[in-house]
C-alpha cells in the first residue's frame, strides 16, 4: 500500500470513529428517524453540516478521495475536534507526505544521557519514535522495571503496559494510563504510516491484547505535554507525580520524561526513600545506551 493510500484509508476510518461518536443533539439536528440502526451520526448528516456533497464525504470516508483545507477544517469543527485531534487529521491527510523518510534506528543524544545521569532522586526516560525505551536512569529503573533485562527490541513503553505485569500493577487506573498511551502511539502512526517496526507492535499486540484492539480501533489521539500520574509502588507505596516531556532540540523523534513530586508532600519524601533504595539496590542499572 502506499504512503497516500495508507493515509487515506486511515483518515477514512478516523472520521467514521469520530461521527459514531456523536448524537444529532450535539451538533444541533433534530432526531426525527427515530431509533438508529448505528451509532452517532450518518454521513449525510456531517455532508449536511460541512456543506459537502454526501458523495465525497463518502469518498473521503471510503478511502477515495483526499481533502483540501478548507474541508478538513470544516470536519474538525463538525465533529467537535480537540487539538490534538485535529492536528491528527490534517497527518493523516497526506499534507507531509513529501518529508524525508526517517531511519528506523535511534540512539539516545549523548547530551540527553548525561542529563538522566545526573537525575539522582528524579525518575527520567528517553522515549523515541513509537515510544521506544532509548535511556533511562536508576530512578526510573526503580520506578518501573529494570529495563536492562527486556531485550532491546521488546523495549517499548506501549508494549511493556501491556504485557508487562510489574507495570499493569503500578497503576491504579491502569485502563486510563493505557488508552493515553495507545492514542500517542495513533499519533506517531500518523506521522509515519510506513514504520515497519511500528506496524509490527501494532499487529503483535492486536493478536495479544482484546483492550487493545478495542481501544486501537477507536482512533483516539492524544498530544505528548504533561499531566499527573498515581502509582502504587511496592516498596514506597502511593506516588503522585507530575510528568513532563522536554523535546530534544537536536533530535524532535527524542522526548526526556521527568516524574517529579510536589516538595513537602508524601510523595515528594517517598520518592526520597526510593532513591536510598535504589542506591542500594544493583539491579537497577542505569542504561549506558
Known amino acids: 500500500m502506499s504512503s497516500n493510500n495508507a493515509h487515506d484509508s486511515e483518515l477514512g476510518a478516523f472520521l467514521k470513529a469520530r461521527r459514531t461518536e456523536l448524537s444529532p443533539a450535539e451538533v444541533g439536528l433534530p432526531d426525527s428517524a427515530g431509533r438508529r440502526r448505528v451509532k452517532g451520526l450518518r454521513r449525510e448528516e456531517v455532508a449536511l453540516l460541512a456543506?459537502?456533497?454526501?458523495?465525497?464525504?463518502?469518498?473521503?470516508?471510503?478511502?477515495?478521495?483526499?481533502?483540501?483545507?478548507?474541508?478538513?477544517d470544516t470536519l474538525a469543527r463538525v465533529l467537535q475536534l480537540d487539538d490534538g485531534e485535529r492536528a491528527y487529521m490534517f497527518e493523516l491527510s497526506g499534507r507531509d507526505a513529501a518529508r524525508p523518510h526517517r531511519s528506523t534506528t535511534q540512539k539516545v543524544q549523548p547530551q540527553l544521557q548525561r542529563l538522566l545521569n545526573d537525575l539522582s532522586t528524579t525518575p527520567a526516560v528517553v522515549l523515541g519514535r513509537r515510544t521506544d525505551i532509548l535511556a533511562w536512569n536508576a530512578m526510573a529503573a526503580a520506578l518501573f522495571t529494570d529495563f536492562a533485562r527486556i531485550p532491546e527490541k521488546k523495549r517499548n513503553f506501549v508494549r511493556l503496559v501491556f504485557c508487562e505485569p510489574a507495570i499493569r500493577?503500578?497503576?491504579?487506573?491502569?485502563?486510563?494510563?493505557?488508552?493515553?498511551?495507545?492514542?500517542?502511539?495513533?499519533?506517531?502512526?500518523?506521522?509515519?504510516?510506513?514504520?515497519?517496526?511500528?506496524a509490527e507492535l501494532v499487529d503483535e499486540l492486536s493478536l495479544q491484547d482484546p483492550d487493545f484492539r478495542r481501544w486501537w480501533g477507536a482512533h483516539r489521539v492524544a498530544t505528548q505535554g504533561s499531566g499527573t500520574k498515581t502509582l502504587n509502588h511496592p516498596v514506597v507505596g502511593p506516588l503522585t507525580l507530575d510528568w513532563s516531556f522536554l523535546t530534544s532540540t537536536d533530535d524532535p523523534d527524542q522526548q526526556l520524561i521527568t516524574l517529579t513530586a510536589e516538595p513537602s508532600t508524601p510523595s515528594h519524601d517517598r520518592l526520597r526513600i526510593l532513591a536510598s533504595w535504589a542506591a542500594q539496590t544493583p539491579d537497577h542499572p542505569i542504561s549506558d545506551r
Not at 456543506?51 to 478538513?72: M, W
Not at 491504579?172 to 515497519?196: C, F, G, N
Open 51 to 72: 456543506s459537502i456533497s454526501p458523495d465525497y464525504y463518502t469518498r473521503l470516508e471510503q478511502g477515495r478521495r483526499q481533502a483540501s483545507e478548507p474541508v478538513l
Open 169 to 198: 500493577a503500578l497503576y491504579p487506573d491502569w485502563d486510563w494510563v493505557a488508552q493515553m498511551t495507545l492514542a500517542q502511539l495513533r499519533m506517531e502512526a500518523a506521522r509515519d504510516p510506513k514504520d515497519p517496526r511500528l
